[in-house]
């Protein structure tokens, strides 16, 4: 379990690298409360060799201390590396219109980060995707965005919680998706996930294992339609599946649950051994668990088992 004393612990992203795994995570000062530290959040990070026991380091990123685009608060996010930098997206807002917009910065170790000039980096398509002139700041979704690039090929991927301007009110909760040829210049695509059954999916997570693609996703348990097709209607993690990384991600299982319970926004991780991991921050009083102790801190990992047939999950309970 890794927590700090003076900071609150929630959102998070690993990138291994040079025999160790790098903690990028999102923290607010103790000093807020829980409700209040979404408008006070920076980029924390960490490192370990294991997975369960992490070394605090100095953060990797701040809000602007100048007027700009992430002037308020910095959110989820992912990194990548290529071509000998590292790049760092992540959601930023800024405090004179609170509006969630994706940037990034640059780094040549995965300690000192700089601010690209050209943020920020990529907007939603209006064919698509609803936008933020559509929707009032507090109810707008455009966030977590996670790259990959394809194994083998010269393409990346940017996967992000966004919502489907063609479904309901209520329903339209995606996985929007963009390409790359140099994490540099975005073209949107239709979403890589839009079943019409959510208000959100946030932090995603794509991976491939066992000849699939695998979604991981989100949900907090008043996000789900009156018609969602499966019993379990809970605060946790989600996985779908897709034979194509661009989607449509559908759920392949009876029940597409990973995690639930204690823990929200679950990754899966592959230590150096190729062994699948699931960690997620155990949640606290604003997801209805007040005597949660400790609470917004990085939980340990748990094992994570892809089924033979790549089409079910076994599911991880903390």
Aim: aromatic share 14%.
């Amino acid at each position: 379990m890794f927590s700090l004393r003076d900071q609150w612990i929630w959102d998070f992203w690993i990138i291994p690298h040079d025999h160790r795994y790098h903690l990028f995570h999102l923290q607010a000062p103790r000093s807020w409360p829980p409700q209040a530290r979404h408008d006070h959040a920076s980029i924390g990070h960490a490192v370990s060799t294991n997975l369960r026991d992490w070394t605090p380091l100095a953060p990797a990123l701040s809000p602007a201390t100048a007027p700009a685009w992430d002037d308020l608060a910095l959110w989820t996010g992912s990194t990548i590396g290529h071509n000998g930098r590292f790049y760092l997206f992540y959601t930023g807002r800024d405090r004179a219109s609170r509006v969630q917009q994706i940037g990034y910065a640059v780094s040549r170790d995965l300690h000192r980060w700089s601010r690209v000039a050209d943020n920020p980096c990529l907007d939603p398509s209006p064919r698509w995707y609803q936008t933020a002139a559509e929707s009032l700041p507090e109810d707008y979704t455009w966030r977590d965005p996670y790259v990959l690039k394809s194994p083998g090929a010269s393409r990346f991927y940017m996967f992000l919680s966004a919502r489907d301007r063609r479904q309901a009110p209520g329903r339209q909760g995606a996985i929007a998706l963009a390409e790359s040829a140099d994490l540099v210049h975005w073209t949107m695509h239709p979403p890589a996930s839009s079943p019409g059954w959510f208000r959100d999916m946030e932090v995603p997570t794509v991976v491939y294992a066992r000849g699939r693609w695998h979604l991981f996703f989100s949900v907090k348990a008043d996000w789900y339609a009156p018609d969602y097709p499966f019993a379990s209607r809970v605060t946790g993690t989600l996985c779908f599946q897709s034979a194509d990384i661009c989607g449509p991600y559908l759920p392949a299982a009876s029940e597409p649950v990973v995690s639930w319970g204690t823990c929200y926004a679950a990754r899966p991780v592959a230590d150096f051994r190729a062994r699948w991991h699931l960690l997620g921050w155990r949640m606290g009083v604003e997801e209805g668990y007040p005597d949660q102790v400790p609470s917004y801190v990085l939980g340990d990992p748990q094992p994570l088992q892809f089924g033979p047939d790549g089409a079910q999950l076994a599911p991880v309970r903390y």
